[in-house]
């Protein structure tokens, strides 16, 4: 799948716009949010030459942020024959400035990072910004910023601390800017990247994912053998499940979904998953109970990367032990999404760690399976299409995220027996209560976790010093950015009440307020 999006449609080629990746965290989520627009997009290395841009449908180009400096020795460049294709670029931060650097402008250290929101001020509402209002909140990300501006641009947006918050070169269609409208704290941040696409690339916007599919299981075809046998790792989201149902149209019974339960899954997990996926798909489902290995190998691991590549090698040397007793099967199929892919490495390298997804960052380094990740360029959001588009249930499409190494990373500390079986209630209380007023399917994530803090609590007339509970609600497109849920106090306190009145040895109940970014959505 990956580097073949050309096939994604069958017949001509789809109008596209590229993303060049400058190493931004971010990259990635430009070209999602060009396809939601309809219009094909893809995340491609900067050192892409204009020749093989030429040999796509290439309507603009987006130069992505990045961390580097643009004077910096090394700092990633692109192929200058890409500015005389007369196709349309949009420099965003990092790209901004390279743009500017090009057309003789300055690029200056600013000595302190510009991170967080601000203030635009819009003062030319042609083009990139038709009906932008003239001031809007937009997300900062940088250190360096232009200073003077390149001969031949004009701006047309400003921010208190940079002049120069949009730039624009009309006649050769070059357009640059300081924020980040690809993400949701950017206000209007969608439509900017509307007007990019149609007021100014002329796109047409007929790209959906019907084609997705019908080319997904044409490529699956192609690349499993005529005897090779699929293992799909199976979690019960709505991931793993499309991924199992996608290959199962390929190959059919060739498939063996396994769902490996490792004593750290939500609340009746196991059952409710093999009985659905049975019954609604007839596929071949098997389960394994690992509970007992995986929780030895955890035992007295505090630290959360560790716990991260010990349940991923686990998960591994599980498949590997079936295979050898049901197969052989060649393949392991995964329900990987892009997120996790760029959160754990970055997607080209250039990008940052911040974690490492089990099914990612956290493999082995031999497997011993060849991997099968239909959805690994992916959001949660377009596989919920595509789910949909299969007839998956809304039982399992609309269930929230639940990451693979499981309470594990909801447990801060070590995992023992009693932190797991809180973390599991008291999530259990906040889905229900959440379910109860109707805003299950409204946040994106909803769950407990708890660590060794303690505080002191009153129970009958005795005091005790128990644990405490931390809720986390959050709301979000992608899960690359999020919002802390602001939940009514009342359904607050009833979580509240019921976790401390329900789960023995919880004396406190607290609420996180923190957005992502800086926090990430799991605490570990
Ligand atoms: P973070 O915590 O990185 O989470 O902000 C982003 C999304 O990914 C899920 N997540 C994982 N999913 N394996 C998974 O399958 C993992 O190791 C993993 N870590 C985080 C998380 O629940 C959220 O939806």
């Known amino acids: 799948m990956n580097g073949t999006n050309g096939d994604r449609v069958s017949g001509s080629k789809p109008e596209e716009i590229v993303v060049l990746d400058f190493g931004a965290q971010y990259g990635h989520l430009i070209s999602r949010r060009f396809r939601t627009l309809g219009v094909f997009s893809e995340l491609v290395p900067n050192t892409i030459t204009s020749e093989d841009l030429l040999k796509k449908n290439v309507k603009g180009i987006i130069f992505s942020g990045g961390p580097s400096s643009v004077y910096a020795s090394g700092a990633p460049s692109f192929d200058h024959a890409i500015l005389e294709m ?3 670029i949009l420099g965003i931060c990092y790209g901004l400035q390279l743009l500017a650097k090009e057309f003789g402008g300055q690029v200056s250290r600013t000595g302190t990072r510009e991170y967080g929101k601000a203030t635009l001020h819009i003062t030319d509402h042609k083009d990139l910004f038709v009906k932008i209002p003239d001031k809007i909140t937009s997300w900062m990300s940088h250190g360096d910023k232009v200073e003077k501006l390149p001969s031949e641009f004009e701006t047309i947006a400003s921010s208190d601390s940079s002049a120069y918050a949009a730039i624009r070169n009309k006649e050769k ?6 924020f980040h409208p690809e993400v949701t704290h950017t206000d209007s941040g969608m439509k900017i990247l509307e007007n990019f696409a149609f007021e100014i690339c002329k796109c047409k916007g007929v790209w959906q994912m019907g084609p997705f599919i019908e080319t997904s299981i044409e490529t699956i075809k192609k690349r499993i053998g005529g005897e090779e046998q699929v293992f799909c790792a199976l979690s019960g989201g709505v991931d793993s499940s499309t991924t199992a149902l996608l290959i199962h149209k390929a190959i059919g019974d060739r498939l063996t979904c396994i769902f490996v339960d490792h004593g750290l899954l939500r609340e009746g997990e196991n059952e409710w998953v093999v009985k659905i996926l049975k019954e609604s798909f007839d596929m071949k489902v098997i389960v394994v109970d690992a509970r007992d290995r995986f929780l030895d190998k955890l035992k007295g691991v505090i630290d ?8 991923g090698e686990e998960f591994i040397k599980v498949f590997a032990e079936k295979s050898d007793e049901m197969g052989p099967f060649s393949w392991l199929a995964q329900g990987t999404l892009y997120p996790d892919v760029v959160e754990s490495a970055g997607a080209s390298g250039t990008s940052s760690k911040i974690k490492s997804h089990h099914n990612v960052g956290g493999l082995p380094s031999e497997i011993g399976f060849k991997l099968l990740e239909p959805l690994r360029d992916l959001y949660k959001d377009e596989v919920r299409e595509i789910a949909s588009l299969l007839g998956i249930p809304d039982e399992i499409t609309k269930r929230h995220p639940f990451p693979g190494p499981g309470l594990a990373v909801r447990i801060i500390g070590e995992v023992t027996d009693e ?35 303690r505080a002191t609590g009153v129970q009958g007339d005795e005091g005790i010093y128990g644990h405490i509970v931390t809720i986390r609600v959050i709301e979000s497109d992608d899960a690359m950015t999020a919002n802390w849920s602001k939940l009514p106090y009342d359904l607050l306190e009833r979580i509240s009440s019921r976790i401390t009145n329900e789960v023995p040895d919880v004396t406190w109940v607290t609420y996180v307020v923190s957005n992502k970014p800086p926090a990430t959505i799991e605490p570990q």
């Open 173 to 178: 269609r070059l357009y640059g800017v300081q």
């Open 419 to 453: 932190k797991v079986s809180i973390c599991r209630k008291a999530s259990e209380i906040v889905d229900q209560e959440l379910k109860k007023a109707d805003l299950y399917d409204h946040v994106w994530q909803s769950f407990a976790t708890v660590g060794d803090d």
């Open 304 to 311: 959360p990367e560790h716990k991260r590549k010990i349940i």
């Open 86 to 88: 007369g196709v349309p």
